[in-house]
């Protein structure tokens, strides 16, 4: 989106999820997240004011209450 290099952004979104200790699996050209609803919209909300700090940020989010979570691993 205008940045020569994306992986700070990246780190930054994932680093937002950890805090609010949102669970999340990584794939090769998105990110799957799962958790309480607080913490989920709260955490995409810091992911997004940190990806700006690194210049232009569009975040394209899919939201589900319906999706499963990924095998082998856990909904606490």
């Not at 669970?23 to 997240?33: K, N, P």
């Not at 955490?43 to 232009?56: H, I, N, R, T, V």
């Amino acid at each position: 989106m205008g940045q020569e290099d994306l992986e700070p952004v990246i780190q930054a979104v994932w680093a937002a999820f950890q805090r609010r200790e949102v669970d999340y699996e990584v794939g090769s050209m998105s990110t799957i997240a799962w958790g309480e609803d607080a913490n989920v919209f709260a955490a995409l909300q810091d992911a997004f004011k940190e990806a700006a700090k690194c210049g232009p940020t569009v975040m394209v989010i899919t939201l589900s209450n319906a999706c499963p979570v990924p095998k082998g691993r856990t909904d606490d």
